[in-house]
DNA sequence: CCGTATCCGATGAGATACTG
DNA sequence: CAGTATCTCATCGGATACGG
């Protein structure tokens, strides 16, 4: 991915960073997760289906829709109803979106057991 | 991947949000993008390489040795040398990540696009 | 129902200076 | 070289209360 010398300031590092300081986020990737799921949720639910709050949940709702990945749609009935899709960015997105949330829920038991033996580890150390 | 109602709790979201807690932030995923690229990377490599400060790149690298998918190799030379590289588990990870990584090379240009779309129309919102 | 505004604590993250 | 220790500032993220 990346064709620089090990040394220097990679440009492409620097680049995935900014784009990952964006859209990468624990919520937006849960959000993207969700909305491709069922492909048009309502903003209660998914605070409830997240587990998120609602302050952060409007926000990043209006990031990812800043940043073209999601669709608003703001019906003015009583009382209002908005829903949320995906566009096809959004999409597009959700691929490798999708295969980070699925490594994630394998490799759980993993990683615990790691933290387990490390902090176990350490302790040793400690009183050696 | 979640086949939970809509509405309520999703326990997959939830188990995912706290994976992603711990190796999703942006610094460990370009450190795991890194290691995968080069094998090996000494400390200061991989501090000029990604452009980090000292500080969070001792952090993030003791939370990836941690969760078990880094490892550290400390050779007692003077001065000193130590050496990081991916486990069999950050490889694994490093998979999806690197799908996430080519998909925020190349959507950068759309989401700056995206975003210029809707600041300009919110300004003219705002002047109507 | 769909947000915004406010307050607050916890974490992220750079700058700088120091040690083995 | 490979860190640790502080200090400082911004951002994340929940709780709560309020408005259309």
Redesign the pocket.
Known sequence: MCFVEKDGQCPECFRINEVLGRVG???SVLIVLSLAQYKVL???ELKRHLG?????L?LK??ELERDGLVN?TYHPTI????EYALTDLGYSFYAPVKALGIWALDNLPNIDEARLEFDTQAEQKKSA
């Open positions: 986020d624990r919520w309502r903003f209660n998120i709050s609602q302050r952060m409007s709702l209006r608003r009382p209002p109803k908005v």
